[in-house]
């Protein structure tokens, strides 16, 4: 069992940066892959990235390719989502989860959830 707290959202501009944090509990974070996955109003839950337990293999959703990255720092049990340039189609609550294996996209394929942090970006 892992309990995921985001925390970093906001409402920021077009173009802005912004960090997002997800702590985990437990003392086996390292054995989870993690990931981030966004909703908007009326959307399905669509996945933004993950990351493997040991940080070293890395996928990030077409939508955020090139503007988004996944990284984790074990020691801290903390995954973050840096997010620049961003767009109001960014606009969304955004999902940290966790699975033990291997990092998926689908999200029906993830077993933890945290509450979800909102972040909108106005034009």
């Known amino acids: 069992q892992v309990q995921l707290v985001e925390s970093g959202g906001g409402l920021v501009q077009a173009g802005d940066s912004l960090r997002l944090s997800c702590a985990a509990s437990?003392?086996?974070?390292?054995?989870?892959?993690m990931g981030w996955f966004r909703q908007a109003p009326g959307k399905e839950r669509e996945f933004v990235a993950a990351?493997?337990?040991?940080?070293?293999?890395?996928a990030i959703g077409y939508s955020v390719k090139g503007r988004f990255t996944i990284s984790r720092d074990n020691a801290k049990n903390t995954v973050y989502l840096q997010m620049n340039s961003l767009k109001p189609e960014d606009t969304a609550v955004y999902y940290c989860?966790?699975?033990?294996?291997?990092?998926?996209?689908?999200?029906?394929?993830?077993?933890?959830w945290g509450q979800g942090t909102q972040v909108t970006v106005s034009s």
């Open positions: 989860a966790a699975r033990i294996g291997l990092l998926v996209t689908a999200t029906h394929r993830w077993d933890y």
């Open positions: 437990g003392r086996t974070f390292s054995s989870y892959a």
């Open positions: 990351i493997s337990g040991s940080g070293g293999s890395t």
